[in-house]
């Protein structure tokens, strides 16, 4: 068999995918566990992991003299390498690594699905070659990557949410203090004076979990309902002015290469699409009552709207951002 | 007077029902489904298209609600626009008041962030230590009497409440710079044959095209050849208001401003020059023109019409049939022929060779001329959109990433050399969110207190 040697940038790529399963295979058991020395192994390892891939990037720059940006391959690459970046940031910040194996194995299925566009090296066309591809590509992709962690933090909100809902016959809703805060004549008027009706205690979930129910002793170690809620918006907040700041830079990239800054080409309107899902969920937040359940799942929508923008109109819908002359 | 009453109560309705963030974000759900419409459903295609696109009764159902142009739709502007008006009175509804809340007393144990701390010393000194402590940590104090009680209220990032206003204007200050477009803006396409110059309309830009060229490259890829673009480039000769003739290259990504008005490298195609012949002898007022994919010639005294359908860069010379490589190797042209109207037969011919068109007569495609087609725009709007998107950007993040927040401290009681004293929080985001800080906030407060 004839065997070629790898190059530098597939070395790279096949250390980042198999550190991220690895990765992916500890953090899943840590949720389950919670064994500390799988998590202490896991967090270095999704680290090399990840500069590994931010390497690989580089490398390729270096052997091909093309950002590896402009195509699925490339942008799906950035995208896995991001999310575990961002995702590395903020479980540092907000001690995330309970929802570690969950990102970092989507994370790594985006990578692999991403390997499957590789056709090798290609110039980019005429209206790709733009310093603004360097800015707005890794900014896109960069509020996708938070995106989909907010999702995987919505997603495990709602599994605890119904699963505390299933358990009892008491509806998951308004704590006692929220109510008399609200009711207060004096207060009422002080319109933001009222309590989230999200829920700092899931008691079926505790009683449950002392009577030994497997489930509920692994729903029992993830913060409340109420921090994953505020977790889910910090992480909204990031992807959201990245997303504004996309779009911006993409208009004025545009308004260069095809004369108007807004040319309602499907990729622009999808993305236009997902920024308004997401200003659904910002202000349903504002709202005490949306917060929480309706606002997790607004959070799952919008990641599914970024899917459809990332990948179904790259693959399904043509348009300008499939430039053909 | 029933006619005031009855357009008082209409104007509460509206004043309700535009104030509620909740309809707004039905607004927003609206605006969001048109959008999606329009990402499916292919827009601007001629009605034939969505006709083999789609079962005859939706595409009647799609071209009927306008699907096909949807973001110029009726709907879509009045959903913006409704979305303006909706932020307009929610801004001094709703979120004036609620952003920007006067200093008043509350029921410290009924708010769910609270605390009490035993601080010693008399009531005076307990109050300026109170007052040193957060300002030293960045607070900003105000001391209010209600009821003979006096109130210290502590405010963390207070400027940091205008933020939703800020990002409110900035998508007002958008929607104004695209208005400014609709009502004074122009564009259009112009398709200049080499050696030709085109006159612009709306300006009085002439450009002359030298030359158009273009680069493509045939790149080995795993799954076969790939006929990559590489770069399009029209050497042209501009002269606008001032009539000065200047030379400029127009490329994709580089446009040329002429007046204000910028003109883009956007497409590029093959002119042919058709010699038409009849029984032999040539036919002068139908060679003479340059025909663009898509033009006819029609040939007198019959019903029938010969269309100049596509341009073939290389026909294989094998198979006769068009190659994958768009390069000019061995170029050809397709034709159409129709009779009364309807399509009666295409070929494929290659430069050069004859074509029996019928009725005596024959066409031969002889030469072809490249032609560049530009766009041009003059959007006056443009920087105010810039500015709206800076303002819009710079609101998110004063909302996103400052928090703001306030603490109501009231002395309760003094007695025995020491004074409790309560201290509650709420920030604009509610209370979770502040929860963790606020419990390192008062465990500090207390450790300070202790000495
Ligand atoms: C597309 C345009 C809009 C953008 C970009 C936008 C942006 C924002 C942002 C960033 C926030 C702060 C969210 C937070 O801090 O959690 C906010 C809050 C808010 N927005 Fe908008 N918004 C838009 C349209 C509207 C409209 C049409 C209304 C009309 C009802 C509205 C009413 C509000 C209200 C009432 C708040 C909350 C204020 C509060 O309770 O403190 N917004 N908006």
């Known amino acids: 068999m004839n065997h070629q040697p790898m190059s530098l940038d597939q070395v790279m790529l096949v250390i980042s995918l198999s550190t991220y399963v690895v990765g992916a295979l500890l953090l899943i058991l840590y949720f389950f566990s919670h064994d500390e020395w799988q998590r202490n192994l896991a967090v270095p390892v999704v680290i090399v992991g990840c500069l590994c891939q931010f390497g690989q990037l580089v490398a390729r720059y270096e052997l091909t003299g093309v950002w590896p940006l402009l195509n699925l391959y490339g942008s799906l690459s950035l995208f896995s390498a991001m999310s575990v970046a961002i995702f590395i940031v903020f479980a540092f910040r907000y001690k995330l690594w309970f929802a570690g194996g969950f990102v970092i194995a989507i994370a790594a299925m985006f990578l692999a699905y991403g390997l499957t566009w590789n056709e090798g090296t290609l110039p980019a066309v005429p209206s790709l070659q733009s310093y603004w591809a360097k800015i707005h590509v890794p900014l896109v992709v960069s509020s996708y990557a938070s995106f989909m962690v907010a999702f995987v933090m919505s997603a495990l909100y709602l599994v605890k949410y119904y699963f505390e809902r299933n358990l009892g016959l008491t509806e998951v809703g308004l704590q006692p203090a929220a109510a008399g805060a609200g009711a207060d004549g004096g207060l009422s008027s002080v319109a933001y004076v009222q309590d989230s009706p999200v829920r700092r205690d899931t008691p079926n979930i505790a009683s449950a979990a002392a009577a030994g129910n497997t489930v509920a002793l692994w729903l029992k170690t993830l913060p409340s309902l109420a921090q994953l809620d505020v977790l889910v918006y910090r992480i909204i907040a990031v992807g959201l002015p990245l997303l504004t700041i996309g779009i911006i830079t993409g208009a004025w990239w545009a308004k260069e290469a095809w004369g108007a800054y807004w040319q309602w080409d499907p990729k622009e309107t999808a993305a236009l699409f997902s920024w308004i899902v997401y200003a659904i969920y910002m202000h349903l937040h504002t709202r005490s009552a949306f917060r929480g359940v309706r606002s997790a799942w607004v959070s799952v929508f919008g990641f599914l709207s970024i899917i459809f923008c990332y990948l179904g109109v790259n693959i399904w819908i043509s348009g300008l951002h499939s430039y053909k002359m | ?451």
């Open chain 2, 1 to 451: 007077m029933e006619a005031r009453s009855s357009s008082l109560n209409l104007y509460n309705d509206f004043i309700r029902t535009f104030s509620n963030v909740l309809f707004a974000v039905c607004l927003f759900i609206a605006w969001g489904i048109l959008t999606l419409i329009g990402v499916i459903v292919d827009q601007g295609k001629d009605p034939s298209v969505y006709f083999s696109s789609y079962a005859a009764p939706l595409a009647r159902l799609i071209l009927r609600l306008g699907f096909d142009n949807i973001y110029h739709s009726v709907a879509y502007v009045g959903i913006i626009a409704l979305i303006l008006v909706s932020l307009a009175v929610c801004t001094f509804k709703r979120v004036i008041p609620a952003r920007l809340p006067a200093l008043r007393p509350v029921k410290i144990e009924k708010i769910p962030l609270n605390a009490s701390v035993t601080v010693r010393g008399d009531e005076v000194s307990v109050r300026q230590r109170i007052e040193h402590f957060f300002i030293t940590r960045g607070w900003q104090i105000r001391k209010r009497e209600f009821g003979g009680e006096e109130w210290t209220f502590a405010d963390r990032h207070n400027w940091a409440r205008r933020g939703v206003l800020v990002a409110h204007v900035g998508f007002v200050i958008i929607a104004a710079g695209t208005t400014i477009y609709w009502a004074r803006g122009f564009s259009g396409d112009a398709a200049v044959l080499t050696g030709q110059t085109v006159t612009i309309p709306h300006t009085d830009t002439a450009i002359t095209l030298h030359d158009f060229t273009y680069k493509i490259e045939p790149i080995a890829t795993k799954s076969g050849i790939v006929y990559q673009p590489i770069d399009y480039v029209s050497h042209v000769t501009v002269s606008g208001k001032d009539s000065k003739a200047r030379e400029e290259t127009i490329r994709v990504n580089h446009p040329v401003d002429v007046d204000g008005t910028l003109f883009y490298q956007a497409s590029y195609g093959f002119g042919m020059r058709f010699v038409v012949s009849k029984d032999g002898k040539s036919v002068p007022a139908l060679s003479n023109r340059i025909l663009k994919e898509g033009e006819v010639i029609t040939l007198p005294e019959t019903a029938r019409q010969i269309q100049y359908s596509q341009f073939v860069g290389t026909i294989d010379r094998q198979t006769g049939m068009p190659s994958a490589d768009p390069r000019t190797n061995n170029p050809g042209v397709v034709l159409n022929a129709f009779d009364a109207g309807q399509p009666s037969g295409a070929t494929l011919a290659p430069l050069g060779k004859r074509v029996d068109l019928g009725s005596g007569y024959a066409l031969v495609p002889q030469k072809y001329v490249m032609y560049s087609g530009l766009q041009y725009r003059y959007d006056p709007g443009i920087p105010l959109v810039g500015i709206g998107a800076f303002i819009l950007l710079a609101g998110l993040c004063i909302s996103f990433y400052l928090l703001p927040a306030r603490l109501y401290v009231k002395v309760e009681e003094c007695k025995d050399g020491a004074c409790t004293v309560g201290v509650a929080a709420s920030t604009v985001k509610g209370y979770d969110i502040f929860e963790q800080q606020f419990d390192a906030l008062v465990a500090e407060f207390r450790g300070a207190q202790a000495t």
